[in-house]
């Protein structure tokens, strides 16, 4: 069983930063891929980013690349993501998911465990 828990949310004007955390609890964490999801209000949950069990493996939606992200501390049990000139359209909440097959896929249903999620308010 693995638990996740993020935090770092909050309230930023368009083009500040933020940088969510997701701490992992279980083994073995190393080689679970990781993801990040959002949901925005009235919307379906979308895929962010996801990283491999090696940091190398990296893959974003288009709507982030180039503004977001992710790493890991496989030492620390820890994923980030690093946001970057944010804008009004990236205000959802955001989760961070684990996939024990290490697959990291951008659909949802290829995740096994989930966060509680941590909201990103973005004002223009």
């Known amino acids: 069983q693995v638990q996740l828990v993020e935090s770092g949310g909050g309230l930023v004007q368009a083009g500040g930063s933020l940088r969510l955390s997701c701490a992992a609890s279980g083994r073995p964490f190393s080689m679970y891929a990781m993801g990040w999801f959002r949901q925005a209000s009235g919307k379906e949950r979308e895929f962010v980013a996801a990283?491999?069990?090696?940091?190398?493996?990296?893959d974003y939606a288009g709507s982030v690349k180039g503004r977001f992200t992710i790493s890991r501390d496989n030492a620390k049990n820890m994923v980030y993501l690093q946001m970057n000139n944010l804008k009004p359209e990236d205000t959802a909440r955001y989760y961070c998911?684990?996939?024990?097959?290490?697959?990291?896929?951008?659909?949802?249903?290829?995740?096994?465990?989930w966060g509680q999620g941590t909201q990103v308010t973005v004002s223009s």
């Open positions: 998911a684990a996939d024990r097959r290490g697959l990291g896929s951008a659909f949802a249903d290829g995740y096994d465990y």
């Open positions: 990283i491999r069990y090696y940091a190398g493996n990296l």
